[in-house]
């Protein structure tokens, strides 16, 4: 009645009336009074509150605040969030619904975050909003209250997803994520790659037709059908079982198939995610390491081998002990100095200037006595050894007997290529020694050097005792003309 008196007056309306006005009109079906006991929500019974049926049918939480902070007022949104009655949460502080920082009505009307409490022990995620209002001269605070934990859900499971993908994008493996049918879901690059394009939709059979890798493990292949393997795939760990991919593109390539459960936050195996590791490197590392203990377990044996020989020809040859052992040793340093220089070259071989400078080393080459000239020459690894065998006993009768036991003595080497580079022949010519007396004698050493290089070396030695000193010529393929299954007979295996 005053609101109208005022209107039909024509001068401005003051809140009071304009809220009397607002319940006349049915627009408002609640008011928050001051009163002996403070500030009161009064819910106008009777009218039809479309406020308070709004309120009451929001899916956000709502509650009113008096201006010490005290609810009093929620609707049943708020009831069900909290998970306590109307009058469990009237009277309460408006800080005891949240867990950790208590949101605050922001400047710019913006919600905040906040953690509200639940009485199943599990904070709820809301965005709070808050707004203080005066009315009829009372200051209330109106909040909502929104949860966002179906939001947070579906960004947590966004940012797996994002997490997810990163990581299959930079997998160096073939990964793909298999559902509990055995149809994929996800791929990593190198998978999609492998499957020519993206296997996302196809069964793990179809996009990664498997073969064994070996009979036992083609026959464990076998007895799946096409469906029990991608249903066995799907829910089944296994791991190090070595494939093939049935792609022509891929022949030849090895893969390690492995796969593990996936499971949810309820540990409910959900599906598996499934790596083919590419192993063909290592495949062939395998092969080539069972090669090479073949390899070496054949020359551990040829070495004891040629052991035996020498020791046994060097003590039928040495008229006492102490000369068998001087003998003996200078024969075995040979070898092992052979060794050496295939060790550092890896068993690929030297150059010949580089062999006759390692092993005439201990005589003086490069210091006058021996010089050496000839063209570049690569010698297989198979020569390194007889040659300088052969090096060896020339260089020690020189020592002993010919040019290098003189103090003028010269020892020339040189060498040229024959029968279209197949060939070498290399001259030894001792001058300036001892005078040759007699023709020369022959002993253990000159049938060494004629067997290494003719049983050895694929080769002649001409050996000449001239009168100016030794004359030694030895002529020798370069490249094998046997196969190694059948190698010629040593010159030094034991008789």
Known sequence: MASRDAMQAGRPRNEAEETVEAIHRGSVDAVVVHGPAGPQVIMLQGADAPYHVLVERMSDGALTLDAEGSIVYVNSRLCVLTGLGSHELVGRSFASLFAGAVPQQRPDDAASDAQLRSVEGVDLPVSVWMRQM??????ATLVTLTDMSIQRR????????????SILEQATDAVVVLALDGRITHASWVAEQLAERSPVGRLFSEAFP????SASQQGTLTRFSRESLDQALATKPFHGVEVALRDERLSGRSFLLSGGP??????????SIVTLTDITERKRAEEQQTVLVAELNHRVKNILAIVQSVAGQTLRTSPSLPAFNKAFSGRIQ??????????????????LNELLTTVLAPYGVGEGR??????PVLLEARLVLPLSMVLHELATNASKYGALSAPFGLVAISWRLCDDRR????????RNGPPVEGGGARGFGTTLIDRVVRFDLDGDAVLTFEPTGIRCTLTFALTAETSPEHPPASAVRPD
């Not at 005066?134 to 200051?139: D, E, L």
């Open 154 to 165: 579906a960004e947590e499971v966004a940012t797996a997803e994002r997490f997810a993908r």
């Open 134 to 139: 005066a009315m009829g001269g009372v200051v």
């Open 334 to 351: 040979a070898v092992s100095i052979a060794h050496d220089i295939l060790t550092q070259t890896r068993w690929i071989g030297i150059g």
């Open 370 to 375: 021996i010089a050496t000239e000839g063209p």
């Open 210 to 213: 498997l073969d064994g890798q």
């Open 262 to 271: 996936l499971v949810n936050d309820a540990r409910d195996v959900v599906g």
């Open 423 to 430: 060939r070498l022949e290399l001259l030894w010519l001792e």
